[in-house]
């Protein structure tokens, strides 16, 4: 039986972007953890590695889970291994840390889900942006009741790239509506909740060198009546804007680590009647001084969630991660339906 407060022992398989420069680097320093071992098909990635972070370095994610003594792994491989990897873990009695996307798709996502409830050990996916301080700082706001209720919210991520890597290709679960939807369809659905009524989405190709999509636009609404809107574009010399939400009492928008708040509180509003004639008294459009306040604040850097302080809570308590699989199954289903009302990739 594991003891609170005592370091648990993970390993990482994938040394690539995600699990190299923030999992590892991470991890080597992280108090609730120990890094023991790493996996990797890759030679000078593990030579690197057990050098680095004085760990056991494997050649293959099944031979680390055989060999190295661990409690918990992180999954940091391209999506389309997660499935038989996450699974391969969770059968073999380890907690399971799974880079986002969970899995290409929904069902994939339910077999790792139904593999952790099988034997009885957590899984949860790292969702950066959703912990981001931006983001917790955004839902503070909310929460605070000043923008009142939230009628709608966008998102939006504008770069220009040519992607030439494994993520412009299909086969791997490539493609921004995985790559980066998952991102912020998971910070939209926290926002506007679920479930989804209807979607509406269009994926395109503009500028990738791969198969896969590096456009897409989605507008969800769900059976509340709220509606979400992600705007992902990859071959943009422009970002228009990055995160807006659109209160019954005021507006948040967001630009380069600043929130602009635009709002009135429903007390100060004098009282209005309607008017239904058909002549407008003086021929004059409808006018009034709404009483707005307006400020812009600087993002609070410590509002950010740590991911594995998380994890290593959620392990020892035998609780639920912050973020759990009921609501990543939720992401999943969203792009499952995003991708089939889409019906193909428009390439220009």
């Not at 290593?312 to 699989?325: K, L, P, R």
Request: charged content about 25%; overall charge negative.
């Amino acid at each position: 039986m594991l003891i609170v407060n005592e370091q648990l022992r993970i390993g990482v398989t994938g040394l690539g972007r995600a699990g190299w420069d923030f999992h590892c680097k991470t991890l080597a320093r992280h108090p609730d953890f120990k890094l023991v071992a790493v996996a990797d098909s890759e030679e000078s990635r593990r030579w690197e590695a057990s050098k680095a972070l004085d760990c056991e370095a494997f050649p293959s994610h099944e031979i680390m889970l055989d060999e190295a003594k661990l409690d918990a792994v992180v999954i940091a491989t391209p999506t389309h291994l997660h499935r038989p990897m996450a699974v391969a873990a969770l059968e073999a009695g380890l907690h399971v840390l799974v880079e986002k996307p969970m899995a290409p798709d929904a069902t994939e996502a339910r077999a790792i889900v139904a593999a952790a409830e099988a034997s009885d050990r957590l899984v949860t996916v790292h969702q950066a942006h959703r912990l981001a301080p931006y983001f917790q700082h955004a839902r503070h706001i909310v929460s605070s009741g000043q923008l009142g209720v939230i009628y709608h919210a966008r998102r939006g991520w504008y770069d220009f790239a040519r992607r030439d890597d494994w993520q412009a290709l299909l086969a791997y679960g490539g493609g921004v509506l995985l790559n980066y939807g998952s991102h912020f369809l998971d910070q939209l659905l926290a926002i506007t909740g679920g479930p989804v009524k209807r979607v509406y989405c269009q994926l395109r190709r503009v500028a990738s060198l791969g198969d896969a999509e590096d456009m897409v636009k989605i507008v969800y609404e769900t059976e509340s009546g709220s509606t979400g809107e992600l705007d992902l574009n990859f071959a943009s010399a422009l970002c228009p804007y990055e995160l807006e939400l659109f209160g019954t009492h005021g507006t948040l928008s967001m630009r380069d680590g600043v929130f602009t708040i635009r709002r009135y509180s429903p007390d100060d509003l004098p009282e209005k009647q309607l008017n239904a004639a058909l002549a407008s008294p003086g021929r004059q459009y409808p006018s009034e001084a709404i009483p707005f306040h307006t400020e812009q604040i600087a993002v609070d850097p410590s509002l950010g969630k740590d991911v594995f302080e998380d994890f290593a809570s959620a392990i020892h308590s035998g609780g639920f991660a912050y973020v759990t699989a009921a609501q990543t199954l939720r992401v999943m289903d969203l792009i499952d339906r995003c991708r089939f009302d889409a019906g193909r990739i428009i390439t220009l």
